[in-house]
């Protein structure tokens, strides 16, 4: 089973500002089957970022995703009150198909 | 617009059976797989079972494989999940997934429904 690792747990941030969300797999994702979601609070998940990097329909720009291997990134830009939430990544290459614990993003 | 609405949840006593529902609509079922998914505060979210578009294929985690069943039917825009044997730790919001792919590997999930909870309690 591929283990993904979320950091940090918690980040607190001020509109405008950027942030870096990371996540780190115990084995290799072949093929960059790694695809990151918002969840905003009593909503359910969102997709973002499919294949490492590829932004899914309608995703604002602030948002990328990059790195390959065990080791991936997402990137904010600009923060937003609006981006208040929680970022999971999630390989979708093997079965068992794992999330991250997640990353709460704050913004006041 | 895509939308996944989930009913079948409640309350049920450990050991017992639960079948949840999934009504698609927005797009065209019979070329995706569906996934169930489900969240619960100690263990996160956790994929649960995916099944291809014609039902050729079908995927669980191990957790439940033996006591949960996956299946659709494609005329009716549905999909199911039967529970059998409950247990405590199988008490979560479980969310039907729209997959990506036609069959449920790569278990990419585009969209989600609102979910529907299952409480398992004495």
């Known amino acids: 089973e591929v283990v993904l690792t979320q950091s940090p747990g918690t980040l607190s941030l001020s509109p405008g500002e950027s942030a870096a969300l990371s996540c780190r797999a115990s084995?290799?994702?072949?093929?960059?089957?790694l695809a990151w979601y918002q969840q905003k609070p009593g909503q359910a998940p969102r997709l973002l970022i499919h294949g490492a990097s590829t932004r899914a329909t309608g995703v604002p720009d602030r948002f990328s995703g990059s790195g390959s291997g065990t080791d991936f990134i997402l990137h904010i830009t600009r923060l937003e009150p609006e981006d208040l939430a929680v970022y999971y990544c999630?390989?979708?290459?093997?079965?068992?198909?794992?999330f991250g614990p997640g990353t709460k993003v704050d913004v006041k | 617009e895509v939308q996944l609405v989930e009913s079948g949840g409640g309350l049920v006593q450990p050991g017992r059976s639960l079948r949840l529902s999934c009504a698609a609509s927005?797009?065209?079922?019979?070329?995706?797989?569906i996934h169930w998914v489900r969240q619960s505060p100690g263990k996160g979210l956790e994929w649960v079972a995916g099944i291809s578009r014609r039902s050729l294929s079908v995927g669980y985690a191990d957790f439940v494989r033996g006591r949960f069943t996956i299946s659709r039917d494609n005329a009716k825009n549905s999909v199911y999940l039967e529970m059998k044997s409950l247990r405590a730790e199988d008490m979560a919001l479980y969310y039907c997934a729209k997959g990506s792919y036609g069959d449920y590997a790569p278990a990419l999930v585009d969209h989600w429904g609102q979910g529907t909870l299952v409480t398992v309690s004495s």
């Open positions: 927005g797009f065209i079922f019979d070329d995706y797989a």
């Open positions: 084995h290799s994702i072949s093929g960059r089957y």
């Open positions: 999630q390989q979708y290459s093997s079965s068992p198909f794992t």
